[in-house]
């Protein structure tokens, strides 16, 4: 497949694409995206006719659709080294994640060995249309279950930042998501503790989603809120789905809870627009995976590279200066110390206070560091940070 062969479809010609889907239709961000509810970008190898398709959403998840993989996989490739990656360095995004039929899972990832990428998966859950739901349990006292309708989105209400941003990851528009969308708040006081949303709607579905404030969670927040949005999306008619990543364990509970099932687990490749982050994630993935010594080779080339590429590290989310540099630090001194390289832990250690780190009961509990806690310097590196 040339370049000449890629073509950027206008909103109007998105529906050219629904032939593709088939037993992709799961993917509701994918479909809402086809159908115009939300906003997004779709390209493929021929305008009238199209036998391949990529469709990225406006959260930057991306959906191969294609009769086979000889005409997708290019397609996607070429996609992701020269539209989508520069595209997404130049506005400044963070990371790009890409979901496709199963049976291109091999031949895809060596399509895009260049970029690195992560691969995982995720489950989809649904909820049985022939099954009722109970009724919302009473709420204890102090606190209220609301909708969140033009009258709450007025409102002035701590943490709502993390609503917002879901209306805007979610729905076309704040308009939109209140013409055609709904969900539920559990707020104390002018706190919004936990929110469930529709998102990502067609005519017969809608996908949901929940968040719960650090300090109320694994209380049951976010399954009172879940409950009533669920609730609500059967009494339109709608079906309910739920994604989430395969360990989070958390949110599988919750969605099971709720009384959503398991359908079907699918696999993704995702990746950082950043080439320095993009490195960062690779070493982070083999220290989660328990592998520190496959970590470090990682974490070192990212640093070369950013001496090597001063551009790139002016546009990196997980090294340089903040809160996710801070992080980064502390990921490698963590590596280090498991891999009995304790001076340049400790160094790590340091320099993940000097960008902001301000968790010490991490520092004084991460097993993976034990084993510095014991060395002498331990106490002339760090204690006196800890006293500050």
């Known amino acids: ?56 959403s406006q959260s930057h998840n991306g959906y191969c659709q294609g009769y086979a993989p000889s005409w997708g996989i ?34 895809l990832a060596d399509a895009l060995a260049k970029e690195h990428p992560i691969a995982d998966s995720y489950l989809c859950l649904h909820y049985p249309n022939e099954r009722t739901l109970p009724l919302t349990d009473n709420m204890p006292e102090g606190y209220k279950l609301l909708s969140v309708d033009a009258a709450f989105l007025a409102g002035s209400w701590r943490h709502r930042e993390a609503l917002d941003d879901w209306i805007r990851d979610c729905w076309a528009s704040q308009a939109a998501y ?26 017969e579905a809608y996908g949901i989603g929940v968040d719960t404030t650090e300090g109320y969670r694994r209380r049951g927040w976010g399954t009172r809120a879940s409950r009533a949005t669920v609730r609500a999306c059967l009494e339109r008619g709608k079906s309910v789905y739920w994604h989430c990543h395969q360990g989070n364990v958390a949110s ?6 709720v009384g959503l099932e398991p359908l079907r687990r699918y696999p993704v490749l995702y990746a950082w627009y950043n080439p320095l982050d993009q490195l960062v994630v690779n070493g982070n993935t083999r220290l989660w995976a ?19 590429n001063p551009g790139w590290l002016s546009g990196a989310h997980l090294l340089g200066e903040g809160r996710w540099a801070a992080s980064t630090a502390f990921q490698m001194a963590r590596a280090h110390a498991l891999c009995q390289q304790p001076k340049r832990a400790l160094l790590l250690l340091r320099i993940a206070l000097t960008k902001g780190w301000t968790d010490w009961a991490a520092i004084d509990t991460e097993p993976d560091i034990e084993t510095l806690r014991t060395l002498p310097e331990w106490r002339c590196w760090l204690q006196p940070n800890a006293a500050a």
Do not use: N
């Open 178 to 203: 209140l013409a055609d969308g709904l969900g539920y708040a559990v707020v104390h006081g002018d706190e919004i503790v936990s929110h469930c949303m529709a998102e990502y709607p067609t005519p």
């Open 290 to 308: 328990r592998d520190a010594c496959a970590a470090l080779p990682w974490y070192q080339c990212a640093l070369v590279e950013s001496d090597r």
């Open 1 to 56: 497949m040339t370049a000449q062969s890629i073509h950027e479809l206008s909103p109007e010609q998105f529906d050219r694409v629904l032939p593709l889907v088939g037993d992709q239709g799961i993917h509701f961000e994918m479909l809402a995206t086809l159908s115009g509810h939300c906003r997004g970008r779709v390209w493929v190898d021929h305008p009238d006719h199209p036998r391949a398709a990529l469709v990225l």
């Open 74 to 107: 290019p397609l996607a490739q070429q996609l992701i080294e020269r539209v989508i990656g520069p595209w997404g360095q130049r506005i400044g995004a963070v990371r790009w994640s890409l979901r496709y039929p199963p049976d291109w899972h091999g031949a």
């Open 252 to 257: 599988e509970q919750l969605a099971r809870k």
